[in-house]
Nanobody, 116 residues
Framework: QVQLVESGGGSVQAGGPLRLSCAVS????????MGWSRQAPGKEREFVAG????????NYADSAKGRFTISRDNAKKTLHLQMNSPKPEDTAVYYC?????????WGQGTQVTVSS
């Protein structure tokens, strides 16, 4: 059973950087494309960023382009999201999981609150 544990969230002022991490248990992390998504209060979960198993490319939601950077370390089985220049509208719970359809259970997420 794969477990996902997100961390690194917190309260920051707009513009302050934040780095999220996701630790993935199990031996198959390096086989899968991974992604970050987020869910704001009263809204549907939405895609933020994705990275293939090789780490050779990245893709982002328009809202994240130019400000966020997704990366992975297959040896350490970790996924990261560097959030530069966060805005109040980035306030949400952030989750990691396989990109696309996944049968992995969602983790608890990590709360990010950005104040103006």
């Amino acid at each position: 059973q794969v477990q996902l544990v997100e961390s690194g969230g917190g309260s920051v002022q707009a513009g302050g950087p934040l780095r999220l991490s996701c630790a993935v248990s199990g031996r198959t992390f390096s086989l899968y494309n991974m992604g970050w998504s987020r869910q704001a209060p009263g809204k549907e979960r939405e895609f933020v960023a994705g990275i293939p198993w090789s780490g050779s490319s990245t893709n982002y939601a328009d809202s994240a382009k130019g400000r966020f950077t997704i990366s992975r370390d297959n040896a350490k089985k970790t996924l990261h999201l560097q959030m530069n220049s966060p805005k109040p509208e980035d306030t949400a719970v952030y989750y990691c999981n396989r990109e696309g359809p996944s049968n992995w259970s969602w983790g608890q997420g990590t709360q990010v609150t950005v104040s103006s």
